[in-house]
């Protein structure tokens, strides 16, 4: 039987890469700057890092946890900054379309840190270890 830990790794590999394409695309569509793109890279090379590390050695969760924690970041960072351009008036058709889809990933964002938060929790040891 396959680990939830692995699964999970795995899962979080395929979401990284869909960040990737996802935005790439974004970044020639609409001219994104590096500076703008850089921590999306980051990012995805650190889920990529921690997925595959995780998958190999299921004590690797921490890095996974970390990968998690600044994608998780990154996102409320994100979603954050396009709120506030639509409280104040001046976003653009692209910022709230940005935002609904940032609005309806961020849960995805939230669980996963949660979860590797919870799966980096030390196991009690019993009086006999």
């Known amino acids: 039987m396959i680990s939830f830990r692995y699964q999970f790794s795995v899962l979080t590999v395929v979401i990284a890469l869909v960040h990737l394409t996802l935005e790439t695309l974004f970044t020639v569509k609409f001219g994104q700057t590096f500076a703008g793109y850089l921590p999306d890279l980051i990012a995805v090379a650190l889920l990529l890092v921690g997925g595959y590390l995780t998958m190999k050695d299921p004590n690797a969760v921490g890095i996974l946890c970390g990968a998690w924690g600044f994608a998780c970041c ?13 409280m104040a008036g001046t976003s653009t058709a692209l910022v709230e379309t940005t935002l609904s889809i940032l609005a309806v990933t961020m849960p995805i964002s939230l669980v996963a840190f949660s979860l590797t938060l919870i799966m980096c929790v030390p196991k009690k040891k019993t009086s006999l270890e």
Do not use: K, M, N, P
């Open 74 to 86: 990154l996102h409320y960072r994100a979603l954050a900054w396009r709120f506030d351009e639509v």
